[in-house]
Each structure stands twice: as structure tokens, then as C-alpha cells.
């Protein structure tokens, strides 16, 4: 069928123009892994021809303005030292990421899976020929050859991570926090990493509601996140916070119940939950926000992942931004009291997050945007060809430290495979 402006765009064919503008440097791309339970819209923009780079803690104004000045899609990231900054929680350990990343395009795609339509638009006419042309014909996008196998460092060995839940218990235990997320950072050395090869590649084979692939200077940015932060569509508004995890290994439906029945697993949820109602309160209709869906259970990754649906309605006066920051920085990946997660986070972690456990996310107008939470996320330096990615799990009353580590392992392991060779 012929493509046009607004039309039928079959599957193959967006794979296959999306694997394109990936190898490409104009596009940055937001992409709904296929088959995946909460797909969504995905949006491709192309020609950047503004940008919003900005310190972490930088007005809430500055965001709005940038976003909402012009109705065309604004893409980018929200990074997790902009969360410590907003909670007023100061940090030593400076990242080379802008706290927050904006950008706004030339030309833009939209695709719809489920109903297969496409749509392109944009100011720059020239950006706009050129995307159609693509569409009509895409190139086959080069195939990805997996990187030399290089050494990997981590910011905690196994042992300072055990170490490191065994202090989180003990602040759980003195009643500080109810509950608390502990990551890792990893460090691949991969000159020759193709970062948008692989943005493709595992889009492909290991399908995930919410992949992003930006760059910004000398880095390439590559997001596989299961997970939605934040998503407001004509005043309505949905989380869907993941917390409880289970290696799928044999029997899907036992899998899953052993899942839904574990105590720790329902009380990781349950909490995270209500601190999301309580985040989404403030920008929400009084009365509104209510739990759905609770403790449903998807697979990605090779894993089982437990989540919830929040919904609410977006208060009059209120724009999507502003519920947004409000509920900053995601609570299933932080913990709850939040502030207080975050100072001890911050004491426990020998690195920096940067980006990780922010958000991606694009926005269409003040009701209308879609975000995720930057997890399963990493990002090439090519200054010195080093991969960064980081992996965590979320501590409980009775989480064990040994079983902690395994399921942040497990949750490492499409990026750490690449050096495993």
C-alpha cells in the first residue's frame, strides 16, 4: 500500500524505517516494543531544531516554556540528580548528562501499532519530504555485530552490594524508610559498540513497552525500560509502577503464582502504590486517583515483573509537567518516605545516576504526554568508549541481601551479555 502523510504504515516497514533513522544522527526515537501488555504510541523525531539542555534543578517554568511555546512534540529526559534537586537533597557526585534534555524537530512520526496508522508532521517542509521519502522506501538498516568482549567494572562488588542492603535493613528496621531502592552502576569498555545497532537490535528480539534511543554531544543514549512513570491523555492520567520480579524459568503459571503470593513481593508493591497515590494527589481531581489492576503480572527481559495501575484526572489548571515534577523522581525506583530514601540512597551509592531512575518521556501539549521510568538504561561515552549501565531492586523488611544481588544481576543481563563473550 502506498504511505503517505497519514496512513497505513505495516509493521515490517516501521521496523524497518525505524532501524534506518537509529543508524542515523537526525532522529531520535521512542519506540513501543511489539506484543508488549501498556504499548504505546511510538514517535520518531527527526531534524532537531531546538534543545533545551539544562542543569539539574532548573525552574519548572523554563521546562514549560520550552515544551508548551509551540504545539509540536517536545522529546527528551528528565535525569534522576534533577529529582535530588527538586526534594532539595544535595549530592557530591556531579554526572555528565544535563539533569534535563529537550528537544523539539523539523519532522516528526507518529505510529500506532494497533491500528497501524502513521502520521508525519512538522515545520521544516525539507524535513518532512525527507521523512516521507524514507517511509515510502526505507533502506535495510545495517545489522549489529555485537562488540568485542570487553572488561566490565561495577561501582559495588557483590559483597559491598549485600553490605550495602544489610545497611538499608537496618535503616528500614529504625523505621526511617518503609522501603528503599539500591542500584548499580556498570562500566563496559566497547570502543566499537554500535549503541544504535543495538537500540535496534533489542527492540527487535527482546520486545519492552518503552526504548529510546538520543544522543546529545559524545553521548548515545539507549533506554529498554518495561515501565510507565506517568502518562496523561485528555485529563486522564496513568502509572503503572512495577515493583516485585521473579526469573521466568520453567512453568509460566506456577511462575507467576509464586509471584503473586509472596508476602515480600505484595508488600514492594503495595507501598510503592500507595506512595504513587500520594504523588499523583496534588495534581489530581480530589477523589479521583484509585488503584487498578493490581499486582498483574507481564514478562520481559526473561523476567516476571509485577505492576499496578494509578489513575486519576489531572486537576483543572494544572499541566501535565506540573504533575510530573510533582511526583519527581519515579517513587518504585527511589522508595518511600521519598526524601528520605533519596538521602539514603545517596549515602549508600558510590556513584552518580544520572539519568537512570529519571524519566524519558515526550509531550504532545499541556494534557498530553507519555512518560517512562529510566530503567534497564545506558548510555556510550565516545570519548572513552565506555558503555554505562546500572541495574537495582528495591529492599524491603524481609529482603535477603544474597537474593537481592541475583535479581539486580538478572536485571543487568541483556547489557551485561555483551561482554560476557
Known sequence: MPWNTSGCLEPAAFAAL??????????????????????????????????????????????ADFCFA???????????????????????????????????????????????RASIGGPDAAAVRRLERLAQAPPAPRLFTPPAPGPVTASLSRAEYEAGVARALE???????????????????????????????????????????LRHGPFEIVSTSPERFLRVVGGAVLSQPIKGTLALDGDRAACESRLAASPKEDAELS????????????SCEYGSVRVGRHKAIFAVDGLLQMYSEVHGRLRPGRT??????EAFPPGSVTGCPKRRALEIIDALEPHARELYCGCLLVVRGEGDMDSSVAIRTGW????????????????????????????????AEKFLALGAR
Not at 106 to 111: F, N, R
Open 171 to 213: 535503616h528500614i528496621r529504625a523505621g526511617d524508610v518503609y522501603q528503599l531502592n539500591l542500584s548499580i552502576r556498570f562500566g563496559l569498555h566497547a570502543p566499537d559498540l554500535d549503541a544504535p545497532g543495538l537500540f535496534t537490535h533489542l527492540w527487535r528480539t527482546r520486545p519492552a513497552p518503552y526504548y529510546a534511543l
Open 18 to 63: 525505524a532501524g534506518t533513522l537509529a543508524s542515523e544522527g537526525g532522529a531520535d526515537l521512542f519506540l513501543s516494543g511489539p506484543g508488549c501488555p501498556g504499548a504505546t504510541r511510538s514517535m520518531i523525531g527527526f531534524a532537531p531544531r531546538a534543545e533545551l539542555a539544562a542543569p539539574a534543578g532548573t525552574p519548572a517554568g523554563a521546562l
Open 380 to 411: 556510550k561515552d565516545a570519548r572513552d568508549g565506555v558503555f554505562s549501565f546500572f541495574a537495582g531492586s528495591g529492599i524491603v523488611v524481609d529482603s535477603v541481601p544474597e537474593m537481592e544481588y541475583a535479581e539486580t544481576m538478572a536485571k
Open 70 to 116: 509551540t504545539p509540536d512534540p517536545a522529546l527528551g529526559f528528565v535525569g534522576y540528580g534533577h529529582g535530588l534537586a527538586l526534594r532539595g537533597v544535595p549530592s557530591a557526585r556531579p554526572g555528565a548528562l544535563p539533569g534535563v534534555l529537550l528537544r523539539k524537530y523539523g519532522a516528526w512520526l507518529e505510529y500506532d501499532a494497533a491500528s497501524r
Open 271 to 282: 507501598m510503592i502504590v500507595d506512595l504513587v497515590r500520594n504523588d499523583m494527589s496534588g
Open 320 to 325: 501535565c509537567l506540573d504533575l510530573l515534577l
